[in-house]
């Protein structure tokens, strides 16, 4: 069966890690993704790869569509190795390939891999003619790293945001559309809080960069592929990024021999009373990453530690 074919020959060789419950940190509960897209234009041109222990995976789903020595160009937005662990395995399978990446990504690919790629180095604004297609690449410093960088297609306008917009959640569905919205704007919102938060006052910026080009798809690099809720995410990244705030409580405490855990009740008891809506976590017994998904958007926090071994 071939891949999914998510535009005019454009296809989604991505693949689900459904088994990922630790992300460096991250807890992912719903399983991760790491998307991968293959542009049959005269150019034949793949979008981002996938972490290293897919690699035969995104080889196969490549080989359904094309041979792989027929890949000419690859664009690599993103250095982190859940983007990029397929690059080596690439080079060597797809000989005549051209590697488009910015100057720190080639850094650090160099650093990761050593130095056996074609590279181009691409800076904000350039462009690839690939036949009927000309992408664009847009820097998207620190968000979340020196090298990130997205592409976009104007001829299907669509934007590949890499790590932008992404969400740590494998579904066999790809379109937004097809999901449970509560779990998809949860898990966007958990991402956004885990992977981009510290960034978030570049997010305004970049919106910007982004608010001139007209948007059918954002194809990111984790998760399912935004169609038909694409102003809704990006208000929530506007939002997000401008540190938006829900009114909620979050009280996050760990207790020894229950003391904190009372006081911590207790204030909970107390705000929930007065109308505020609390959300009440214990430490030891939760992800840090499910407290940061309620906390950035929360407008009060109280943090409890236990006073024996503090
Ligand atoms: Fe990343
Ligand atoms: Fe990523």
Redesign the pocket.
């Known amino acids: 069966m071939l891949p999914l074919q998510i535009a005019e020959n454009i296809y989604d060789v991505g693949v689900q890690d459904w088994a990922a419950r630790d992300f460096h940190g991250y807890k992912t509960e719903r399983g991760a993704t790491y998307n991968s897209y293959l542009i049959m234009d005269e150019k034949i041109t793949l979008i981002d790869t996938v972490k290293a222990s897919f690699t035969e995976e995104l080889l196969a789903n490549i080989s359904k569509v094309t041979p792989l020595d027929s890949i000419d160009y690859i664009v690599i937005n993103h250095v982190?190795p859940?983007?990029s662990g397929a690059m080596p395995a690439l080079a060597k399978a797809c000989p005549k390939a051209k590697f488009y990446i910015t100057m720190q990504g080639k850094n650090e690919a160099i650093q990761h891999y050593g130095d056996i790629f074609d590279f181009e180095v691409v800076k904000d604004g350039a462009t690839l003619n690939i036949g009927k297609r000309t992408l664009t690449f847009a820097s998207m410093a620190m968000l979340h790293w020196p090298d990130s960088m997205a592409t976009y297609s104007e001829y299907d306008k669509i934007l590949f945001s890499n790590?932008a917009f992404?969400q740590h959640y494998a579904t066999s569905k790809r379109f937004d559309c097809e999901v449970n919205q509560d779990e998809l704007f949860y898990e966007a919102k958990k991402y956004f809080a885990n992977i981009l938060w510290p960034y978030a006052k570049l997010i305004g910026n970049a919106l910007k960069k982004l608010g001139g080009l007209e948007i059918k798809m954002i194809a990111p690099?984790?998760g399912v592929i935004w169609t038909e809720h694409i102003l809704d995410i990006l208000r929530c990244y506007s939002e997000w990024g401008s540190g938006v705030q829900d009114g909620s409580l979050v009280i996050a405490y760990d207790s020894m021999w229950g003391g904190t855990e009372k006081l911590a009740r207790a204030i909970a008891r107390g705000a929930a009373n007065a109308g505020v809506v609390v959300k009440v976590f214990k430490m030891g017994a939760t992800p840090n990453s499910t407290v940061a998904a309620e906390l950035f958007t929360a407008s009060g926090f109280l943090a409890g530690s236990s006073t024996l071994n503090c």
Request: proline residues 0%.
């Open positions: 982190e859940d983007h790590d992404g690099s984790h």
